[in-house]
């Protein structure tokens, strides 16, 4: 009987290991080839200012959908002036849910199928002392977005445009170190990254793209868009665009 016992213990807990793995576990996806939505996407901004800041344009939205007229996507942005990867800059209520658990939860309503993360620019003053906390905190967000069944599109900081100074340069080297640790993370755990860093330094030489040195401005978002579709392993548009601005 004991035999026996042991014996149901034992299958049980295989059983228990094959559901969880077959549950959680995510389908390694071929970075090579170009990024394609599926009908009826439902696609997540979650991030600091750069994210949020978009919705007085929309060319984020714009680009994805112009190139995937017939996809019937949808989406929403829950970005957040300030914000970290643990949320702590949506602590604008002092009772539950804390700022990490209302990111959670707002993710989690989403429903997404796609998510992408720009984070990085905020944590990036903490400089290398807070690349631990930053890397467990990518993580664990990560983690969320797999156990919901989403993918992830991780986005790295964009550099600081304004007058040339030895901090400004300390920043910007902090923030593209953020956005190499960024990469690293999005290569352990096979997740497509796309870095705007240095596409943004260099077309912020070419004309006006910030309101203020730090956020960008429409036709800076014009440029995100591009460097987006770019890093999705989209061709180039072949149509040019006037902005007013």
């Known amino acids: 009987m004991c035999k026996l016992s042991n014996s149901l213990t034992f299958y049980c807990f295989l059983f228990i290991v094959g559901f969880c793995t077959h549950v959680f576990a995510q389908p390694k996806t071929d970075l090579t080839a170009p990024f394609a939505f599926e009908n009826g996407d439902r696609v997540l901004f979650v991030g600091n200012s750069l994210i949020e800041n978009d919705v007085q344009f929309g060319y984020l939205e714009l680009a994805l959908t112009t190139r995937w007229p017939n996809r019937n996507l949808t989406f929403r942005n ?11 800059a949506r602590s604008y209520v002092t009772t539950p849910p804390t700022p990490y658990e209302l990111l959670m939860q707002q993710i989690t309503e989403a429903k997404p199928t796609v998510v ?5 620019g905020i944590e990036a003053q903490e400089g290398e002392e807070g690349l631990p906390r930053f890397k467990q905190g990518l993580n664990q967000l990560i983690d969320k977005i797999d156990q919901l069944g989403a993918k992830t599109i991780l986005v790295s ?3 600081l445009l304004v007058s040339p100074s030895e901090s ?16 690293q993370i999005a290569k352990a755990r096979n997740k497509r990254f796309i870095n705007v860093f240095r596409p943004i330094l260099e077309a912020g030489k070419q004309s006006v793209i910030t309101e203020n040195g730090v956020h960008l401005n429409a036709t800076g978002y014009y440029h995100l ?21």
């Open 78 to 88: 829950i970005g957040w002036s300030g914000d970290n990867v643990f949320g702590d």
């Open 116 to 120: 992408f993360v720009a984070y990085g």
């Open 157 to 159: 900081p964009i550099p």
């Open 168 to 183: 400004v340069s300390q920043k910007n080297s902090a923030l593209e170190t953020y956005g190499s640790v960024i990469e």
């Open 225 to 245: 868009a591009t460097f987006l579709e770019k890093g999705l392993g989209w061709t180039a548009r072949n149509e040019g665009i006037t902005l007013d601005v």
